[in-house]
């Protein structure tokens, strides 16, 4: 044993000098080629003199990048993310100013431009060469890796051999989406999974309808590893509710991304903190349990934390004051710890900011139809999502894995973020999707160093649905078309439309009187206060604040008569849901249609278009507590799978229509199928409970199922 410990310390001590000499070298040709950057005096000097100041230098700036800028970093964590970002290249260029001053000769000088350009080489060659080193000693990689995912811990039990379990989360990648990527090669390792090959050499594009075990095929290289199912969403198709049903087991009372709830009288968003904390807390009551990752669980960059004791970048901890207990930013400095690190994100989130400004320039260029503004801070938004994001919470999970955490659940949100503003089927988003997949692949390969072996599965949310925005098509938003039917002044921009026309002639012909009085002003029935209109997506609410209850339709009519025909028989509205004194609840279409919710159905009427699980849909919304005076769907095209957003997204989702509300759960084989064949999985508490199931398989002997046995318990 002792033996051991000697020859893993003499390693350690190689490796160090390995790095060592490498950096002196790159500081050697970096001042050979940069003007500004020396190593030496004005007169000259030796080139043993040379190299003995390159090689303090280089030992004062490894130095002090592994002992300064951790500190430096931790006390920057209040500063938001894409900030530090660009706070990277100064710090690393100060530490290395530091580095040349504290050298004995003095002879090292370097402009603060160019100190910036050395220290970002440096810290990247020094981080290559210390992991081409390390990735020869297995043992070595897993401790350099395992390291900053247990600095903090104080206790280090024995790690179980059972296997754990990682969900990777790909945000608002809709099953459809997937399919099409596998096929097109975009997602070679996703490909591989279901195929055994890289998605290249099938016939099928590598993607196989798998519900069972695997079937013996001619050679074992070519078996799949996984099975990809397709889930359904509740009417709420949107991270908020089925993240919340997903870790928490409820999506109860959480009808859109965002609403008003009157009794309260405040807004719930759902990636806002307080919302998010507050949706966490009625779903732990609601449920008794704390969460899916209760037991020896970590959540990374999540809304929610499912319980979990290791938390990084959870937005539902983000307003608690900081301690031991919540860490909702320590992903961040465990990952920016690094130097090199930070400074590769740092790089990473300039070229993405470049990207997006290139894309969007070029869809304007182009006169790209549909298409939505992409400037102000969103270049940077997105560059914080597709970079930052990932990069924290790809290495958080890796550290997960090789410190044996039994559960991991970790979000991506690259893929929604760009698809919102570019579209769910642009070139823009398919590169992420190819990033995203390399990431995947990351994981994998970390999971053959891990101390217990790992089922990965990976999962969406919900989908997107394409469709030019609500605006765009009719001139007026959602809000401008209630305000019109409710007979309330409207800006100019939307009474000149031909929505607002309409609703003007309908407010007039309900009132019998002229809509405009003398002087221009236009009639109202009462001063109350005004509706608050909210979007979600393609879902719309619109709440009364000053009715302290959910008002009926007979209500609104008495209140505003030609509301509710307005908004029915506007061309870009599939359906209103609203509350009925004679009916309970009612759906409203165009033409006057009117249909209870005990006689819904998905076959006819105005849910026809939206398919199976529409009627289910709305009725489970309509019992929430928090449910909109009026909700409001958007028209949906079947034959093109659009929808019309409400927002202002060209990609959208949480309201009922198209590839939106058809995520997908991919699975490895070693666990039991989702579901029997041929049911259907539906709501985000369905896959709670499937996760659950799998977290208590892999709790116990690790015995294959048989495609019978596990078609009983899917069931």
């Known amino acids: 044993m002792r033996g051991v410990r000697w020859r893993r310390i003499a390693s350690q001590i190689g490796r160090s000098a390995a790095v060592w000499a490498v950096s002196t070298v790159t500081m050697l040709v970096l001042a050979a080629l940069l003007p500004d950057f020396r190593l030496q005096s004005a007169d000259g000097d030796s080139a043993t003199r040379v190299t003995v100041t390159a090689a303090f230098g280089a030992g004062a700036f490894g130095i002090l990048s592994a002992v300064v800028w951790p500190l430096l970093v931790r006390l920057l964590l209040l500063v938001p993310a894409f900030v530090l970002g660009l706070l990277v290249f100064f710090l690393n260029g100060s530490l ?80 459809d989406v997937l399919t099409a990527a596998v096929r097109r090669g975009l997602m070679p390792t996703v490909a591989h999974w279901l195929s055994g090959d890289d998605g290249r050499g099938t016939t099928d594009g590598g993607v196989r309808p798998l519900t069972g075990p695997a079937r013996p095929g001619p050679r074992a290289a070519h078996r799949p590893s996984h099975r990809l199912t397709p889930w359904r969403t509740d009417w709420s198709s949107q991270t908020g509710a089925s993240q919340l049903g997903i870790l928490h087991g409820s999506t109860f009372d959480v009808p859109a991304f965002r609403w008003y ?69 320590a992903g961040y400095f465990a990952y920016f710890s690094d130097p090199a690190n930070a400074v590769r994100t740092a790089l990473s989130f300039v070229a993405e900011v470049a990207r997006e400004i290139g894309q969007s320039t070029r869809a304007r260029l182009r006169r790209q139809r549909p298409r939505v503004g992409r400037g102000g801070l969103y270049p940077l938004v997105r560059a914080f999502a597709t970079v930052v994001e990932r990069d924290v919470v790809v290495a958080a999970v890796m550290g997960d894995m090789l410190a044996g955490r039994t559960a991991v659940y970790a979000d991506l949100v690259a893929y929604d973020e ?44 919900h989908g997107q649905s394409p469709g030019e925005t609500f605006r765009a098509r009719y001139g ?14 409207v800006p100019r921009r939307a009474e000149r439309t031909r929505s607002g026309a309409e609703a003007r002639v309908a407010v007039r012909a309900a009132l019998r009187r002229p809509v405009e009085e003398k002087g221009g002003h236009h009639h109202r029935t009462a001063p109350r206060r005004e509706p608050i209109v909210l979007a979600s ?41 609203v509350r009925s004194a004679e009916h309970d609840g009612v759906v409203l279409g165009a033409g006057g249609a009117e249909i209870p919710l005990d006689r819904l159905d ?57 590839a939106q509300s058809r995520p997908f759960l991919l699975s490895p084989l070693e666990l039991s199928a989702p579901v029997a064949d041929g049911a259907e999985l539906t709501g985000a508490e369905r896959i709670h409970h499937v996760l659950r199931r799998w977290l208590s398989e892999l709790d116990g002997p690790q015995v294959p199922l048989p495609a019978d046995v596990a078609g009983e318990r899917a069931a």
């Not at 968003?269 to 349990?289: M, Y």
């Open 96 to 175: 290395l100013l530091l580095a040349l001053r504290v050298d004995p000769s003095g002879h090292g000088e370097a402009a603060p431009e160019t100190a910036v350009i050395v220290a970002a080489v440096m810290s990247a060659v020094a981080s290559a060469t210390g992991a081409a080193l390390a990735v020869r000693d297995d043992e070595a990689y897993r401790r350099r890796l395992h390291r900053l995912a247990t600095r903090d811990r104080r206790a280090h039990p024995p790690c179980p051999t059972t296997p754990g379990l990682v969900c990777v989360q790909l945000d608002g990648v809709g099953h």
């Open 476 to 489: 007026l938003t959602l809000g401008d078309l209630v305000r019109a039917g409710s007979g309330l002044p």
């Open 537 to 577: 997506g393609n879902l719309g609410l619109v709440s009364f604040p000053d009715v302290p209850h959910r008002m009926t339709k007979e209500e609104i009519d008495a209140r505003h008569p030609a509301l509710l025909t307005t908004l029915a028989n506007h061309p870009g509205i599939g359906f209103l849901l």
């Open 261 to 329: 709830e009157k009794d309260r009288g405040e807004v719930m968003v759902s990636n806002r903190p307080t919302s998010a904390a507050e949706l966490q807390r009625r779903a732990i009551l609601r449920t008794g349990d704390d969460g899916l990752l209760a037991v020896d669980g970590a959540s990374r960059g999540n809304l929610f934390s499912g319980g979990a004791e290791e938390q990084a970048l959870v937005l539902s901890i983000a307003t608690r004051r900081r301690s031991r207990e919540n860490r909702s930013r």
């Open 418 to 461: 760009v698809a919102h503003h570019s579209g769910p089927h642009s070139r823009d988003a398919e590169q992420v999707l190819r990033r995203l997949d390399r990431s995947l692949a990351l994981l994998q390969r970390v999971a053959e160093h891990a101390p217990r072996p790992y089922r990965i599965v990976v999962l969406s949310d």
């Open 602 to 658: 998905d076959d006819f009427g105005p849910l026809a278009p939206f398919g199976p699980g529409a009627a289910d849909a709305v009725r489970r919304t309509h019992a929430f507590p928090h449910t909109a005076d009026i909700m409001v769907n958007s028209a949906h095209d079947p034959a093109d799978g659009e929808v019309l957003a409400f927002e202002e997204q060209i990609g959208s989702h949480g309201g009922l229509g198209g």
